[in-house]
């Protein structure tokens, strides 16, 4: 990819949303399509007609970008994201974020749904994630784009610590139990084995899926603040009966059902911006 493409793609997006000038990027997960649903004014987009722009193929993703309007902001909302286990390139796959970045915006919601490796964890319980750990290929490698950012950009706190303290806030004044962890990044297409989930908890994580690390890690770079919210969907911890089995579908369902509450946390969250 060149800066070019980046440009190309942004100045589309600007001549079709006229004078509107977003602040928030937002990035809508398996299932997590319904906050679209919450967007005032909206303008939308499907990937297709954008110059560049892959095409979502996930289960649960709807491939549109819709600009709008929440709490009082103009978002640029992805309702459904790129993956690396559709085939796209790690550029391909964190696209979006630098279109973002051209844009002028400064903040980057994502949200996701993953297995619960914590014990304390049920389906349909939001983790604010406020670190992870990444086991996809890092979408920094090659050429260092130095338009966006530094050869060797610091992680030490890649979910923005204030925007994480104003989360908790808000969850314990709208009554929401948010939990708080670690998430898990790896390729997939397959669901984990037993073994696999005991072993990545072990490893410090408490939730685990297939995207939204890579995403985080170029929004870092380009300066953008991240914040991060995954749902989970299915438990992944504990013993598991004989007839057990992961479901895509039911993963879908599971977020679907839980997406009201991360709405409210979201729509609260940028109030404050």
Do not use: W
């Not at 980057?108 to 983790?127: C, R």
């Amino acid at each position: 990819m060149y800066f070019s493409d980046y440009q190309t793609a942004a100045a589309f997006i600007k001549e079709r949303i006229g004078q509107r000038q977003p602040c928030v990027g937002i990035v809508l997960g398996s299932g997590l399509g319904a906050l679209a649903d919450a967007i005032e004014e909206p303008i939308v987009l499907p990937y297709k007609e954008i110059p560049n722009f892959p095409v979502s193929t996930a289960i649960g993703h709807k491939g549109n970008l819709i600009c709008g309007t929440i709490a009082g902001h103009c978002v640029l909302a992805m309702q459904g994201r790129f993956h690396f286990y559709e085939g796209y390139t790690m550029q391909q796959v964190t696209f979006p974020m630098r279109v973002m970045k051209v844009m002028g915006i400064e903040t980057l919601f994502v949200s996701n749904a993953a297995g619960g490796l914590n014990p304390g964890y049920k389906v349909g319980d939001l983790m604010m994630i406020k670190d992870h750990i990444n086991m996809l290929p890092n979408p920094l490698i090659g050429k260092n784009m130095e338009e966006f950012g530094p050869r060797f950009p610091d992680m030490t706190r890649p979910y923005d610590p204030e925007l994480r303290k104003l989360a908790r806030e808000i969850a314990a004044r709208v009554g929401i139990d948010l939990k708080e962890g670690v998430y898990y990044g790896d390729t997939g297409p397959t669901y984990e084995t037993p073994a696999e989930y005991k072993f990545k908890f072990i490893a410090g994580a408490d939730a685990v899926g297939m995207s939204t690390v890579p995403e985080v890690i170029v929004a870092r770079h380009c300066g953008m603040r991240v914040f991060g919210v995954s749902v989970i969907s299915n438990e992944a911890h504990g013993d598991f009966s004989d007839d057990y089995v992961n479901d895509g579908d039911d993963v879908v369902e599971a977020a679907n059902a839980a997406s009201k509450n991360m709405i409210k946390l979201f729509t609260e969250l940028i109030r404050t911006l």
